[in-house]
């Protein structure tokens, strides 16, 4: 939102390549930055508060992807035969990862702990409810917002060998999990990567770029290739920045109910080009419903929140007020 006079002059920016990291949105936003430079953005992305009560979110994490491929012998090996002698990927991937992350779900990886949260964050965060009645057992520890201000390293998919009915008494060749690590404002996602190189290396695995020669599984016993694909880091504004208080006000005024106010977004949004372009990190007003399955086979938007969205945005936009000076 820019203003011109009296009058606030609108800016809409539509961008389609968000999954894929928005690989060239940095670019236009530079070409662009004296066209698009404005005094506030606001994102609809994401979901409102569990309860149904407005959210604002001053910030997201970054994202970066990478796989962890651990390599056993060459060939399949009977279980019976070398099960005690040979290298087991399957094994050896399931005890690394164990020592990525601690019972709580902490990533624990030195060098990409993050920075510690500042004291408003926090304090922000120890007023936002926690999510009721998700189907488990809430974790001890730290709130969910709270959470939300650190890193996570999430193992979200594993590979060795088969199960079920093509389960085979074998030793698998190699072990494979995709792991997405979710980056707090502050980290630098190749740091990271290079963090996570290290710890494995320092849990005794010869480190590789491709499938290892038959002389490297000759000399070691543990071997182990990390890929990545650099993502982008995340971006949060202090919760005492002035267009914070405006907004929350607005919103209020436009819903009839005070907005929760998180510190930060779990998920990932490019934002921090907006940020290092414009030099104007967006606010987050997001408007669609919390159980909407994001990334799941059944992911949705109620046509009841997509009114909602319409309508306090419209609320938001006629009620606003130009800056003094």
Do not use: K
Request: with cysteine.
């Amino acid at each position: 939102m820019r203003w011109e006079g009296l009058r606030p002059t609108l800016l809409f920016l539509f961008e389609g390549e968000e999954e894929r990291g928005s690989p060239h949105l940095g670019e236009y936003l530079s070409l662009l930055s004296g066209r698009l430079a404005a005094d506030l953005w606001l994102v609809c992305d994401g979901p409102v508060h569990q309860s149904g009560r407005p959210q604002i979110s001053l910030g997201v994490r970054g994202v970066m992807d990478l796989e962890i491929e651990v390599y056993g012998p060459a060939g399949d090996l009977h279980s019976g035969h070398y099960g005690n002698w040979a290298p087991n990927p399957a094994d050896l991937l399931a005890r690394l990862l164990a020592t990525m992350r601690d019972d709580e779900g902490r990533l624990v990886v030195a060098g990409a702990e993050g920075p510690e949260p500042d004291r408003g964050a926090l304090r922000l965060a120890g007023a936002v409810p926690d999510p009721p009645g998700m189907g488990f057992p809430p974790p001890g520890g730290d709130s969910y917002a709270a959470r939300l201000l650190r890193p996570l390293l999430n193992v979200r998919g594993l590979r060795s060998g088969d199960v079920g009915a093509a389960s085979r008494n074998a030793v698998p060749t190699s072990a494979v999990a995709s792991i997405d690590v979710r980056l707090v404002a502050g980290q630098e996602p190749g740091e990271v990567v290079a963090a996570i190189e290290r710890h494995v290396a320092g849990e005794g695995f010869h480190l590789v770029e491709g499938t290892p020669s038959p002389e490297t599984r000759r000399a070691h016993r543990r071997i182990a290739r990390v890929s990545s694909e650099v993502g982008y880091p995340g971006v949060r504004i202090p919760g005492d920045d002035r267009r914070v208080r405006e907004i929350a006000a607005a919103v209020a005024a436009a819903s009839g109910e005070d907005p929760v106010i998180l510190p930060s977004f779990g998920g990932s949004v490019p934002l921090h080009h907006f940020a290092e372009a414009l030099g104007a990190p967006p606010l987050i007003l997001p408007i669609a419903n919390h159980d909407n399955g994001q990334h799941g086979p059944d992911e949705n938007l109620r046509v009841a929140n997509l009114w909602y969205g319409i309508d306090l945005y419209a609320a938001l936009l006629g009620q606003a007020e130009p800056r003094s000076g």
